[in-house]
């Protein structure tokens, strides 16, 4: 059970590139979003998920694209890179249900720099 | 929408003394508030969580303290240790893990 995994780790892109950033769960989770993580802002909800087909924007979903074809995977596109998306992207992922069963699993992280 | 503050941003404690970290969020139909650690370069992880249902939760050395009334929540940590060094984030949203607001943060030093 290898939780929340992210591709790359570390990403450096030209301003205007596009790319996409990996992520999946093998938890069987329904429940998966996307943050950007921005020194002294805290981790802000980019897109997420509530299960395969079903997508909804987050806080700062400007510039991001998603889909969800499958539980397992939830992949977050660049369309083209800007400066002021340079940050560290966490996956997460939640099991449906309330109680203690419902704590939000994060991925490692990627680092992401636009020049 | 849901507007979580945390304060202090830096806070420096001698080992063995007690931190204590305050949040207030703005939507009261929010009701879930979890506390997560995030050590240098790690993923955060979840340490405490509350809901509003009870004003008070321990687990071992943290505490979490949930003021339904006024906003606010506090997060507790007794006898710290230099491995407590972490950043420190609160959150909150309404009933669930899945969209949480997060706050900006608490650089937390242990001081040996």
């Known amino acids: 059970n290898a939780g929340v995994t992210q591709t790359p780790k570390f990403q450096v892109l030209k301003t205007g590139q596009s790319m996409t950033l990996q992520c999946a769960q093998d938890m069987n989770h329904e429940y998966m979003s996307w943050y950007r993580q921005d020194p002294g802002m805290g981790l802000r909800l980019i897109h997420y998920s509530v299960g395969a087909g079903i997508t909804d924007q987050g806080e700062v979903p400007n510039g991001y694209n998603v889909s969800r074809s499958t539980t397992e995977d939830f992949p977050l596109r660049l369309l083209s890179a800007a400066p002021s998306q340079t940050s560290v992207y966490f996956c997460?992922?939640?099991?449906?249900?309330?109680?203690?069963?419902?704590?939000?699993?994060f991925g490692p992280g990627t680092r992401l720099l636009v020049l | 929408g849901e507007n979580v503050e945390q304060h202090p941003s830096t806070l420096s404690v001698q080992e063995g003394d007690s931190a204590v970290i305050k949040c207030t969020y703005s939507?009261?139909?929010?009701?879930?508030f979890p506390w997560y650690k995030q050590e240098l370069g790690k993923r955060p992880q979840l340490i405490i969580d509350i809901r509003s249902n009870v004003g008070e939760k321990k687990d071992q050395r943290i505490a979490v303290t949930l003021n339904k009334t006024a906003k606010h929540f506090s997060l507790h940590i007794t006898e710290t240790q230099p491995e407590d060094s972490a950043v420190y984030f609160c959150a909150a949203s309404r009933g669930s893990a899945r969209q949480l607001t997060f706050g900006s943060g608490t650089q937390l030093t242990v001081l040996p």
């Open positions: 997460a992922s939640t099991a449906r249900g309330g109680g203690r069963g419902e704590t939000q699993y």
């Open positions: 939507d009261s139909a929010s009701n879930y």
